[in-house]
């Protein structure tokens, strides 16, 4: 049920997508050519930087802009969701931050208009910062709930030198709301970053997280999506030194009608650092769209990088569109290692005989697999506690939707 | 004492083509204890025969009946059959990546008994059947057949056979590919069901080799679709001797 595109060898110039294609295991899309290198495209903290989307733009074709307006235009918000926020201890403080300094302390302009206007309509950031050599023992988690307003935020958090953190940002509620979040990580520091969107329906939500990784240093993003009507979230990371090392991990599950999107830009634009992507997503229901498009650019400059970067997708249904498109630039040749890979697949109906055969009903057989799907990026959180919270999750997102199932819907059956 | 009875069974498969028949009256009555070897060369529909009874979707029944015990396995769900009793080894079983077998196994298990395992019965009785098959414990956090070789997925299908305990088990060509030490573990495991439960065995085979190891009561040549002959263990002997040709040659004549 997979294909893979070819893992570039050593010194390699170019991205090989002709098996993908060939297969149509994955989509690259209609409309314009992509620019001539992903660097070229702008950032800024400009709002009117980025005229208003309507659709063709290379970084919005899959995107139903028609759905984000609010989002888009560059007008005031007056709503604010309301944060949870957690006993600090020692070392770690949230603190208000005027806009003035806000942009300042932000480590990569916006990528987008909606990135933009969510900075300057939001008139400050709220910052979570952890002093250096700070190592918390306990995950930190900080929950922004949303009651119907529509809301623009600006988040800093900064991880100083040698410190080691979890970080839990948890979206839940109804909102409308775009947001960036800057993320920080100091020399030699490991910040473990999960962020969840769990809203309910009727939730429009476009973020952009833009992260900038000392030397050394090390930032494990977890991104999980699964409520919502329209999300899109983007990562931006880039490097200040050598020898960082950035995963970037994302589990999404769209039901009928929804749209979760996430694209992803590492730059490396220094020596020596390494990055892994790894999305997967599940699909289920008529119009469930996931988009996911994975951009790594390898600068000159960035010798000995090492990166591979994956998206997997489950569809489980007809009616349902999975968008993937990874983009690998290389403009160096002496680098470790560069490679991509991305798959959509047909729910197997050979792993549903082959359970059913041993007298699984055929409900439990699709909770098995979708979890089995899911399970190993789960556990690469590495912070039981969540991860026993992500797979309770994930199961209630499977009894939602395999209710779907119960209820009589037609399962294609694909046989291989 | 269970009876499976398959009469006059005809069975087509879709190919590009449209359907095509593959089994073309196949009779053949089991009975609780009995082990049936079903043999023919490669392409007579034995397999189809074995997919037929658990019930693929690939697989399109045209006519004939299969009952257990009287009742209608063809209109019964593939899960519903192996509830009924039945199960597959397979000869290609399918990984399922993600899940461990000791959850594949424990939910088989529920599934087929109505409720869970007691749990430390079930810990032991696993361990038991895995040491017997001489599989590592750590085999039951891998995932299910996921990177396992040819001899590790049909010892596995043999510890479902041990644990699932079913009044009829198919064995799929669960000889082919195997060594003389794999072929002597995975026979040694299906002769220890057979002594402990009262199961009745359709051993479908290409060679004759797992035959030394599992005494067949019943030998059937399957040819084009159907059985061709039928007799008792001899028979076996006299394939070995002579090969398929005499009723390859009768069937294109």
Known sequence: MTTETGELSKGSLSTDHSRAIADQAHSHGVGPSPESSRASRPRSFVADDFPLPIGREEEWRFTPVD???????????????????????????????????????????????????????????MALTIAPSTVLDEPLTIRLTGAGEDARGHVLIEVGADSEAVVVIEHDGVAT?????????????????????????????????????????????????????????????????????????????????????????????????????????????????TVWVGDVLIRAIAEGTNTYEQNRN??????????????????????????????????????????????IPEIEARRLVVRGFFVDLVHAIGVPEIEARLLGLIEAELSKSMSEFREGASIPVAIA | ??????????????????????????????????????????????????????????????????????????????????RAGLFLAMQYPVEVPGVSVSNFLRTAKTAIDGQAPPLRGWVKEIRGAMDALRMDPEFQERSVNEGFSGGEKKRHEILQMEL?????????????????????????????????????????THYTRILRYITPDFVHVFVDGHVAEEGGPELADRLEDEGYDRFLAAAQA
């Open chain 2, 164 to 204: 699932l305990k079913p009044k009829f088990a198919i064995l799929d060509e669960t000889d082919s590919g195997l060594d003389v030490d794999a072929l002597r573990i995975v026979s040694e495991g299906v002769n220890r069901v057979k002594s402990t439960t009262d199961v009745g065995v359709l051993l479908i």
């Open chain 1, 177 to 289: 709301y775009s947001e960036l979040v800057s993320v920080s990580v100091g020399d030699n520091a490991g910040l473990n970053l999960v962020l969840l969107q769990l809203w309910d329906a009727g939730t429009v939500h476009v973020g952009e997280v833009v992260a900038r990784l000392g030397r050394d240093a090390r930032l494990r993003g977890t991104v999980v999506t699964l409520g919502g009507d329209v999300v899109r979230l983007n990562t931006a990371a880039t490097f200040a030194d050598e020898g960082a090392s950035v995963d970037l991990h994302g589990l999404y599950f769209a039901d009928a009608g929804q749209h979760l999107e996430h694209q992803l830009f590492i730059d490396h634009n220094a020596p020596r650092c390494r990055s892994r992507v790894t999305y997967k997503g599940a699909l289920q229901g008529q119009g469930a769209h």
């Open chain 1, 314 to 359: 489950l569809v489980l249904t007809d009616g349902a569109r999975a968008d993937s498109v990874p983009n690998l630039e290389i403009e160096t040749g002496l680098i470790e290692g560069a490679g991509h890979a991305s798959a959509t697949g047909r729910f197997d109906d050979e792993q549903l005989f082959y359970l059913s055969s041993r007298g």
């Open chain 2, 1 to 82: 004492m269970s009876t499976l009875e398959i009469r006059d069974l005809r069975v087509s498969v879709e190919t590009k083509e449209g359907l095509k028949p593959i089994l073309n009256g196949v009779d053949l009555t089991i009975g609780s204890g009995e082990t049936h070897a079903i043999m023919g060369p490669n392409g007579s529909g034995k397999s189809t025969l074995a997919y037929s009874l658990a019930g693929h979707p690939k697989y399109k029944v045209t006519g004939g009946t299969v009952t257990l015990d009287g009742v209608d396995v063809l209109a019964m769900k593939v899960d519903e059959r192996a």
């Open chain 1, 67 to 125: 759905r984000l307006a609010r989002v888009l235009a560059d007008e005031p918000a007056d709503g604010h969701l309301a944060w949870g926020i957690p006993n600090l201890p020692a070392g770690v403080t949230i603190s208000e931050v005027t806009p003035d300094d806000a942009i300042r302390r932000t480590v990569q302009a916006p990528g987008d208009r909606a990135s933009a206007v969510a900075l300057k309509r939001a008139g400050g950031a």
